[in-house]
């Protein structure tokens, strides 16, 4: 692994300017990311980027200013717009969800000061490690400054606002794709927004082309999980008011009859995490959550991955909002190193 932290990039300025600045920062990155769309999804670039182009649209109805972003980002890396569009779209790309994540949101009697926290282990092929990037992004035009982790040339991804919004994801399986928003635009946006409920009701109006779980908290220590699915939203109660817990298939009553266990190993690690988190129920902190990302219990179903299904734990998450720190990780639960980052 080429390092123990992720490389740090900071834009700031109007969207252009911030899209150009990460383009020109971290061009030799985003080619690498462009070669390995083009790997994982076995298609012609010409063709994926046209493609892209359907969802520019969709895009500026939800954002306008990210349309800006990408432009400069284009011309920053010297690549086609079309090529940066693509960056925006990898998975819908690929035509296939992919990853097996572990995420958690924890509040009020759940954490030893009754305040929120978030995160997952990001579990993915090895290779996307090559191409991680963290961004600061500082915008001049009246939206929160926020600090991601994401992949160099894709605008958006997990991360924490100035206003404690985070958001992280796990892919869920079993839906019919068709054409709508991809997941790492509306990620962005959520960055932008104040409150937990604001994203919710940003997520209700702009429809995804697949489905996912996104897990969220914001610094009211509220926390919440929705199950996305291209023609509807619906929200996990979790393991109580002060708990959610999720990984790769299907929990709220409403999608629960699509699941048809397309990832077996996705109910061990939903039913171990849940085991930890009673364990230490009442003094979950942020330290507590990294000894449960590296968790190996049940391997090669662990919630600290090394292989199974293709995919490894590369990086992992967790937010605490009062603080205003995200901690990221490089490398395994078990064995990478995290850094803190204020927002």
Wanted: charged letters at 20%; aromatic letters at 8%; glycine letters at 10%.
């Amino acid at each position: 692994m080429a390092g123990q932290t992720f490389p740090l990039i900071e834009v700031s300025g109007s969207a252009y300017e911030m899209g150009y600045q990460h383009g020109a920062q971290a061009a030799g990155l985003v080619q690498r990311y462009l070669l390995w769309i083009d790997k994982l999804t076995g298609k012609p670039r010409d063709l994926l980027s046209r493609k892209a182009m359907a969802f520019i649209p969709l895009i500026k109805a939800l954002s306008p200013a990210m349309v800006e972003e990408i432009r400069g980002l284009a011309d920053g890396a010297g690549i086609s717009f079309e090529e940066a569009v693509l960056c925006q779209a990898r998975a819908e790309a690929a035509s296939v969800p992919e990853g097996g994540c572990t995420a958690f949101a924890l509040t009020g009697g759940a954490t030893t000061d009754g305040h929120a926290l978030a995160g997952q282990n990001q579990d993915v092929a090895p290779e996307y490690a090559d191409v991680g990037l963290i961004v600061r992004v500082k915008p001049n035009d009246g939206r929160p400054r926020a600090l991601m982790f994401t992949f160099a040339g894709q605008l958006g991804y997990a991360g924490m606002n100035e206003y404690g919004v985070a958001q992280f994801a796990n892919s869920v399986y079993d839906y019919k794709w068709q054409l709508g928003l991809p997941h790492y635009p509306l990620k962005r946006v959520m960055l932008e927004k104040r409150t937990v409920e604001e994203c919710v009701e940003m997520l209700a109006r702009h429809r995804p082309c697949s489905a996912a779980n996104v897990v969220l908290c914001d610094g009211r220590d509220h926390v919440a999980d929705m199950e996305i699915r291209p023609d509807a939203l619906a929200r996990y109660r979790g393991e109580g008011p002060d708990a959610v817990l999720h990984s790769n298939h299907y929990v709220t009553p409403e999608f629960a009859p699509y699941e048809t266990n397309s990832l077996p190993d996705s109910c061990p690690r939903l039913d171990r995490i849940r085991a930890l988190v009673k364990e230490s129920w009442g003094t979950i902190t942020a330290d507590t959550m990294r000894q449960i990302l590296a968790d190996h219990e049940g391997d090669p179903s662990a919630i600290c991955r090394h292989g199974g299904a293709g995919w490894h734990s590369v990086c992992g998450y967790i937010a605490e909002p009062a603080k205003g720190l995200l901690h990221i990780r490089r490398g395994h639960g078990c064995l990478g190193t995290w850094q803190t980052y204020e927002v």
